[in-house]
């Protein structure tokens, strides 16, 4: 049997919707049945049992729509920006800076920039689910009348234990995201970490995958890394050191090397490659009974090693035609 709202509720005026919803700002449901049916005992039976958990799932489902939608709201925000970022052209001014950095190559920063637009988007559009889900994850919790305040203490002092034990997570995310951020090197690019050496294949914010000249995969967390050489951005210098007979004529064999250099740079396939006019520097060191004479050649970043490779091709056949014999550098 249902207590009388009269005595319970000082309050409230008997027969009026505050006395038979028993709260004082009754809500618009029970209102609607007190005005309807003018029944207690059926306005307190629909207060009880039907208005506060139709009002709980109500909540419930409105704050979860409302999350779903400030993330899609979010993510096309974080796509549409990092879609501008990869596919927006570059100003004049942009592109008179780029080709002064990357040597008349301005679609080479397009390239780099698009793939450090795409990483970065993925990780923005991760951390704003985590962020937002997580937000409308607490106010369920809150309209379910849970007591919230010892879960975000207990929170706190795992957060801190956790922070102890994973310093090492921590530093490698806070360096992948500034390596990111200034662009050290990318998806494709041929890097030295020091402790491995290859052509990088994934990079995310934690650890970066490269794969050596011998097909070893390599697997090295970002905050390890305490230097890197990248042999792919910007441009590639081709230097070779040549040992001749140290009895050859020094301006003869700068002559050879230099009409060789300038024939590669000349042909088919090689001319787009080859940045600038080659150049021979003069005698690099004098090593024994051999004469080192050093040529090098601006390149295309990453194919330095190519270039190298066909020159001394090339340099070994002009030398034969010419009658130059080529010296084993003495070695201490």
Known sequence: MLVDAQSLLPWAEKGTPEAACRDQTPSTGCRLVWNVSHSNDFTQFYATWLDKPLGTVLSIVITFVVAMIVKNIAHRMITKVTVRMAEGTMSERVKERSRTVFEGSPALLNRRRAQRAQTLGSVLRSIASIVIMGTAVFSILGSLGLNLAPILASASVIGVAVGFGAQNIVKDFLAGMFMLL?????????????????????????????????????????????????????????????????????????????ATADEL????????????????????????????????????????????????ERVKNAFDEAGVSVATPATT
């Not at 970066?208 to 305490?226: A, F, H, L, Q, S």
């Not at 060191?285 to 051999?290: E, P």
């Not at 090098?296 to 490779?309: H, Y």
Request: glycine content about 10%.
């Open 265 to 312: 740079a000349a042909a088919s396939g090689w001319d787009d490659v080859i940045l600038e006019e080659p150049s021979v520097w003069g005698v690099q060191a004098l090593a024994g009974d051999a004469l080192v004479i050093r040529v090098v050649l601006k390149t295309v970043p990453g194919k330095q090693g190519n270039v190298a490779r066909e020159l001394r």
């Open 182 to 258: 200034e662009d050290q090197y990318g998806v494709g690019d041929y890097i030295d970490v020091g402790s491995a050496k290859g052509t990088v294949e994934a990079v995310t914010l934690r650890v970066t995958r490269m794969r050596d000249v011998d097909g070893v995969v390599w697997y090295v967390p970002n905050g390890e890394i305490k230097k890197v050489g990248n042999e792919s951005q910007n441009w590639g210098r081709a230097v070779l050191d040549i040992p001749v007979d140290i009895r050859e004529d020094t301006e003869k064999v700068k002559e050879i090397l230099q």
